[in-house]
């Protein structure tokens, strides 16, 4: 798979609904409410249909009310991590084309098995400007 610094797509999965730039809908799932609305900031400045909730268990929810694209998800999280939150969305046929994000500060292969095993399609650090996860998005959706 293509990797870009700071990201690495781990599957050829893709939107199913040919998302463009413009109609793409993310969801940012953090359970630090400062850095998952400043993302979705960032996102909707980029022209995307951003939004964020913040834990699993609101992901889970957030999924079912209106079907994202992307799910941008945060591995650590209390309660429910993002594998459990990965896992449980990979059980739903209707998400069989969602594209699922591993967005976290660990490195990257610190995450992979794990990452790959529970669902995830790609990988992003976080910790800095959002030009690297941009730049994945743009090429995998």
Request: proline share 5%; net charge neutral; hydrophobic share 45%.
């Given at each position: ?16 609904r ?22 979705t ?10 939004r ?6 609101a992901?889970?929810?957030a999924v ?59 990988y ?18």
């Amino acid at each position: 798979m293509k990797s870009l610094v700071g990201t690495t797509r781990w599957t050829t999965r893709t939107a199913h609904r040919g998302a463009t730039h413009t109609n793409c809908r993310l969801l940012v799932v953090d359970d630090y409410r400062p850095g998952a609305e400043a993302l979705t900031a960032a996102l909707s400045q980029a022209g995307y249909d951003a939004r964020c909730v913040l834990g699993g268990p609101a992901a889970l929810l957030a999924v079912a009310a209106q079907m994202p694209d992307i799910v941008v998800l945060d591995i650590n999280m209390p309660g429910m991590d993002g594998y459990a939150v990965a896992r449980i969305l990979r059980l739903d046929v209707t998400a069989e084309h969602l594209i699922i994000v591993a967005f976290t500060a660990q490195d990257e292969p610190a995450v992979r098995a794990n990452g790959m095993a529970a669902g995830f399609d790609a990988y992003c650090q976080k910790g800095g400007a959002p030009g690297p996860l941009l730049r994945l998005i743009e090429q995998i959706k």
